[in-house]
């Protein structure tokens, strides 16, 4: 009886370490595998239980029952997947950001030759060249040519903006349909985890897909979550519920009536808005509602101060042939502004003359090209190129700053990933330590098995024997 016993433990021993075994390759397999945590098989021993106890052998006594494989857990920390996902989110949101500005930083093209601070420099010495030679073709010519190089420039940053915003926009409906995506996942996962779990098993691998999803979603947009007693997750966006059990709630871009052109996102099941404040979402729609169109009220501004100011003298001024009362610019902001196309077809009638018949006068092109240093811009506190300076250097310093929370976003990310992997990642060289000690842990219930196998040939066969 008692050999019948230690096969059955050494049975039991073989089918323990020959899970452990499994469990090992299967984690080396996915040492690289995104999400992946390692697994462990949770062995412990069979002592006697019940009425096992009362058929003790009082003689020989008796062992226990063996090992057994009693489950096969992952290794997760919680709380980490939890930082990190806060972690996600604000470095994703930085980085939509920065990215965003950057772009438009990119229209100014500064500091360059090409820049809009050295096409603006070369507008304003062009006026002077005029007020030095007022009868000049040259000087008039080259008047021309540079204005209308500030102008398609100003026109082109401005529609450089607006593609942007568009850009940025479009982004807004991609974002939506990739939190579709990962909740319609998350939903299906939380209908094959329970139906497996229910069942006693472990869906470890769903799990860490599952994980990996509300990893995805976090960098998306602000989310939270729950498991509940059934092992589903219910995930909020927001205050909004997003996944709940099997069903998710599809998000929808509309058309945003409070900003004209623009989209948002709203909840199909009964169209409220989505609210986020960190990840991509918050990111792209600062970028969108705030960061580029202040950047495009400046320019405007920046155009129109130039339109009404150089206007307001020039209409007084005298061209060559007497002409008089002409604006030197039209348009009424940066989309807009252009260079009079009479003056382009006829630089004779830039008025750079204070009075009549007055062709060697060149005061009142100095009275423009003094435009340059006058204080007209931001409640008469700063010149064109001041306020310009500004324009570009705020810009660039929201920039610099959404980079720097970027980079401060991702070292924190970055250490508490690291932080979350060895926990949950996989360690090759651990791994083959698990892997050499279940084999010789195997092989040595098979030598046992062997042992009870001679012992049980002496026991039938020999004994008695003469």
Do not use: C
């Not at 073989?14 to 499994?22: G, M, S, T």
């Not at 939903?187 to 509300?214: H, P, S, V």
């Not at 970028?287 to 339109?307: E, Y």
Request: hydrophobic residues 40%; aromatic residues 4%; glycine residues 8%.
């Amino acid at each position: 009886m008692s050999l019948s016993i230690g096969l059955d433990t050494a049975v039991k021993a073989l089918r323990a370490h020959q899970l452990a075994v499994d469990v090992a390759s299967h984690n080396i397999s996915n040492a690289n595998t995104p999400g992946f945590s390692r697994q462990r098989a949770m062995l412990r021993p069979i002592g006697l239980m019940g009425a096992d106890r009362y058929s003790r052998d009082s003689l020989i006594g008796r062992a226990g029952m063996g090992v057994e494989a009693r489950d096969v857990q992952r290794v997760r920390d919680q709380f980490l997947d939890y930082q990190v996902r806060n972690a996600l989110g604000q470095k994703s949101q930085h980085s939509a950001l920065a990215s965003g500005l950057a772009q438009s930083e990119l229209v100014f093209n500064d500091p360059s030759d090409d820049g809009m601070s050295a096409i603006a420099g070369r507008f304003w010495a062009a006026w002077h060249d005029v007020v030095n030679d007022p009868e000049a073709p040259a000087a008039r010519t080259t008047l021309v040519h540079a204005t209308e190089t500030l102008t398609a420039r100003l026109q082109r940053a401005d529609a450089d903006l607006i593609t942007q915003r568009k850009d940025l926009n479009r982004l807004i409906t991609s974002i939506g349909d990739q939190i579709n995506q990962a909740a319609s996942e998350v939903a299906t996962l939380n209908l094959q985890i329970k139906q497996i779990e229910l069942n006693g098993d472990r869906a470890n691998d769903l799990r860490d897909r599952r994980d990996l999803m509300l990893d995805q979603l976090s960098g998306l947009a602000q989310v939270t979550y729950a498991e509940q007693g059934d092992t589903t997750i219910t995930v909020y966006l927001g205050s909004h519920e997003l996944v709940t059990g099997n069903t998710s709630r599809d998000v929808k871009a509309v058309a945003d009536v409070g900003n004209p052109g623009m989209t948002k996102l709203q909840f199909s099941i009964d169209d409220a808005d989505v609210v986020s404040s960190t990840g991509t979402l918050r990111g792209v729609l600062d970028a969108r509602d705030a960061g580029i169109p202040s950047v495009q009220q400046k320019l405007d501004t920046l155009a129109a101060g130039l339109i009404s100011s150089i206007n307001a003298i020039h209409a007084a001024g005298f061209g060559l042939d007497n002409t008089t009362g002409l604006n030197f610019l039209t348009g009424t902001d940066a989309g807009t502004i252009a260079t009079n196309a009479t003056l382009v077809a006829n630089p004779q009638q830039i008025a750079a003359a204070s009075g009549l018949n007055a062709q060697g006068d060149g005061s009142n092109a100095l009275a423009i090209a003094n435009l340059q240093q006058a204080t007209l811009m931001s409640a008469g506190t700063e010149t064109f190129d001041e306020f310009y300076a500004n324009t570009v250097g705020v810009l660039g310093a929201d920039v610099n700053r959404a980079n720097g929370l970027t980079e401060s976003a991702e070292l924190l990310n970055s250490h508490l990933e690291g932080m979350r992997q060895s926990v949950a990642g996989v360690n090759i060289d651990e791994e083959v330590t698990n892997l050499n000690s279940s084999q010789h842990a195997y092989n040595a219930a098979a030598r046992v098995i062997s042992v009870i196998d001679d012992m049980l040939d002496t026991l039938i066969n020999r004994t008695g024997a003469r």
